[in-house]
């Protein structure tokens, strides 16, 4: 079992930026590392269904949200287990909870949120404009 632990949410005005970070553990991480795995972010806003935001697989391809795409971008660092989603040139529509994601395969397109069984229980982002 992975847990997934997201935090660095908080409240910006339109063109501020932040980073989201989502740290994994359990014994897969302990023995294969965050690589060994697809993770992604995705987010939702009250109302609204759950988007895909980002992912990275586990080559290292990452895959955008043509909403964030240029504004986003998705890393991970390998030795400390954790998963980042770096926003920049915020906008209101950007509000909502965002989450982290993981999966051990990958046979359905990466930003679809039934590709992954496994969920954080998010971080909020709100921007005001």
């Known amino acids: 079992q992975v847990l997934l632990a997201e935090s660095g949410g908080g409240s910006v005005q339109a063109g501020g930026s932040l980073r989201l970070s989502c740290v994994a553990s359990g014994n897969t991480i302990n023995m294969f590392g965050i690589s060994a795995i697809y993770m992604a972010w995705f987010r939702q806003a009250p109302g609204m269904e759950r988007e895909g935001v980002a992912s990275i697989a586990r080559d290292g391809t990452t895959t955008y949200a043509a909403s964030v795409k240029g504004r986003a971008t998705i890393s991970r660092h390998n030795f400390q287990n954790t998963l980042y989603l770096q926003l920049d040139s915020l906008k209101p529509e950007d509000t909502a909870m965002y989450y982290c994601?993981?999966?051990?395969?990958?046979?359905?397109?990466?930003?679809?949120?039934?590709?992954?069984?496994?969920w954080g229980h998010g971080t909020q982002v709100t921007v005001s404009s």
């Open positions: 994601a993981e999966a051990r395969s990958m046979s359905a397109p990466p930003l679809l949120p039934a590709s992954y069984p496994n």
